[in-house]
């Protein structure tokens, strides 16, 4: 049984950081990309980050490049977001996948397998 669940969201001042995790497991998490995908308040799904299988290549949002890094421990099973300098649009639910085409679609529609979300809320 496929599993990922993201943690790591909270409410943070703009400005702070904060490091979301994605544990996985029933899958070969090495073989893999991996992505960060967002869903802010009345908004569709966005991607943020693409990691590939050994973590070399990554990928991201152009307007969050910079200031968000994406990881990976292979040997754990877990995805990571690094979030720097946060803003009040960064607000939203992040979730993890390994199910999404890349490039990602304009507009991203949930299958496959994904994790139920983090909350994170940046106040201004």
């Known amino acids: 049984q496929v599993q990922l669940v993201e943690s790591g969201g909270e409410l943070v001042q703009a400005g702070g950081s904060l490091r979301l995790s994605c544990v996985t497991s029933?899958?070969?998490?090495?073989?893999?990309?991996m992505y960060w995908v967002r869903q802010a308040p009345g908004k569709g799904l966005e991607w943020v980050a693409a990691?590939?299988?050994?973590?070399?290549?990554?990928y991201y949002k152009t307007s969050l490049k910079g200031r968000f890094t994406v990881s990976r421990d292979n040997a754990k099973k877990t995805l990571f977001l690094q979030m720097n300098r946060l803003k009040s649009d960064d607000t939203a639910v992040y979730y993890c996948?390994?199910?999404?085409?890349?490039?990602?679609?304009?507009?991203?529609?949930?299958?496959?397998?994904w994790g139920q979300g983090t909350q994170v809320t940046v106040s201004s």
């Open positions: 996948t390994k199910d999404l085409d890349f490039p990602p679609p304009i507009e991203i529609v949930r299958t496959g397998s």
């Open positions: 029933g899958f070969d998490f090495s073989s893999h990309w």
């Open positions: 990691i590939s299988t050994n973590g070399i290549d990554a």
